[in-house]
Antibody, heavy 115, light 108 residues
Framework: QVQLQESGPGLAKPSETLSLTCTVS????????WSWIRQPPGKGLEWIGY???????DYNPSLKSRVTISVDTSNSQSSLKLSSVTAADTAVYYC?????????WGQGTLVTVSS | EIVLTQSPGTLSLSPGERATLSCRAS???????LAWYQQKPGQAPRLLIY???SRATGIPDRFSGSGSGTDFTLTISRLEPEDFAVYHC?????????FGQGTKVEIK
């Protein structure tokens, strides 16, 4: 059974960089796409972007200038970095497997941007 | 970017009733690459339907998806108590992937 687990600080200061890691277990990180999706409190879902295990990426244009998604195949991890955060980046961040539809999700981690 | 508009915003129904949820796209969804998810409070979304009409593994057959082009529908034939939740549609035929704003199905 594939399991995804997000980890990282639950609090980020404005203008700083948010960094999260997704650890994959029960399945291989190879030959798969890994995506990040976020959900502000009480709002809808927003696609952030994805990475293929080989390193190719696609990002949401609305976030592209601030986002970096990377993959570490040796540790079965995907990472998300979002720079210059503001309060608008406060959200639950999910990692998922796939580039289109998403069957496997992490439980999500809430990141609050506040000074 | 394809904008997905879900209607209604809230659907108030009783257990055993039929639920019909709509998702309309601002432009054609390539290959009808449209998915539906169910989300309960404090939980990650759960994939119900992909490819507009294919049920995901483990999804009961009371859930069905239909539609093509710009108009898609999720139907729950007979609501069970566990079906009261928020439902999201998502297109993956174009980049960026986009989601609708969600429809809440609540108990009447």
């Amino acid at each position: 059974q594939v399991q995804l687990q997000e980890s990282g600080p639950g609090l980020a200061k404005p203008s700083e960089t948010l960094s999260l890691t997704c650890t994959v277990s029960g399945g291989s990180i190879n030959s798969n796409y890994w995506s990040w999706i976020r959900q502000p409190p009480g709002k809808g879902l927003e696609w952030i972007g994805y990475i293929y295990y080989s390193g190719s990426t696609d990002y949401n244009p609305s976030l592209k200038s601030r986002v970096t998604i990377s993959v570490d195949t040796s540790n079965s991890q995907s990472s998300l970095k979002l720079s210059s955060v503001t309060a608008a980046d406060t959200a639950v961040y999910y990692c998922t497997r796939g580039s289109g539809w998403y069957f496997y999700w992490g439980q999500g981690t809430l990141v609050t941007v506040s000074s | 970017e394809i904008v997905l508009t879900q209607s209604p915003g809230t659907l108030s129904l009783s257990p055993g009733e039929r639920a019909t949820l709509s998702c309309r796209a601002s432009q054609n969804v390539n290959n009808n690459y449209l998915a539906w998810y169910q989300q309960k409070p404090g939980q990650a979304p759960r994939l119900l339907i992909y490819g507009a009409s294919s049920r995901a593994t483990g999804i009961p057959d009371r859930f069905s998806g239909s539609g093509s082009g710009t108009d898609f529908t999720l139907t729950i034939s007979r609501l069970e108590p566990e079906d009261f939740a928020v439902y999201h549609c998502q297109q993956y035929g174009n980049s960026p992937r986009t989601f609708g704003q969600g429809t809440k199905v609540e108990i009447k």
